[in-house]
C-alpha cells in the first residue's frame, strides 16, 4: 500500500523560507514522476514542482521559479521542497504525490493516483 506523509508547514512571514519534507512507502520502483502540489479553497489544485523518474531537469509552475527547489533523497525515499522568499501568495495546503506508471505531464494533477494528506503552509504579510 503507497503511503506518502508530508510534513514540515508552518506560518512563516514574507521573506522567510520552509522546507517540506514527503516521506513515501509501500513500494519499490522509481516513480515515474514525483509532484508538489498546492491548493487553496475553492481553486484547482495546482502543480507547483515535480520530478521525472527518467531524468531531466525539473518542473516548477512560473510562480515559484527561482524560489522553489524540489529534491529527493531515494535511500531515505524522501522527496522534499525546498520554499525560498516566500510570499503571502504561496499560502495554500501543500501535497506531494507519486505516478508509478507511465502517463502524460508530471505537472497535472490528474495524472496522480497517490497523495498525500497535505500540509498547511501560512504566510503573512
Known amino acids: 500500500q503507497v503511503q506518502l506523509v508530508e510534513s514540515g508547514g508552518g506560518s512563516v512571514q514574507a521573506g522567510g523560507s520552509l522546507r517540506l519534507s514527503c516521506a513515501a512507502s509501500g513500494y519499490t520502483a522509481s516513480p515515474n514522476c514525483v509532484g508538489w502540489f498546492r491548493q487553496t479553497p475553492g481553486k484547482e489544485r495546482e502543480g507547483v514542482a515535480a520530478i521525472y523518474g527518467g531524468g531531466g531537469s525539473p518542473y516548477y509552475a512560473s510562480s515559484v521559479k527561482g524560489r522553489f527547489t524540489v529534491s529527493q533523497d531515494s535511500a531515505k525515499s524522501t522527496v522534499y521542497l525546498e520554499m525560498n522568499s516566500l510570499k503571502p501568495e504561496d499560502t495554500a495546503t501543500y501535497y506531494c504525490?507519486?505516478?508509478?506508471?507511465?502517463?502524460?505531464?508530471?505537472?497535472?494533477?490528474?495524472?496522480?493516483?497517490?497523495w498525500g494528506q497535505g500540509t498547511q503552509v501560512t504566510v503573512s504579510s
Open positions: 504525490a507519486v505516478r508509478l506508471s507511465d502517463g502524460g505531464y508530471c505537472s497535472r494533477a490528474s495524472e496522480y493516483k497517490y
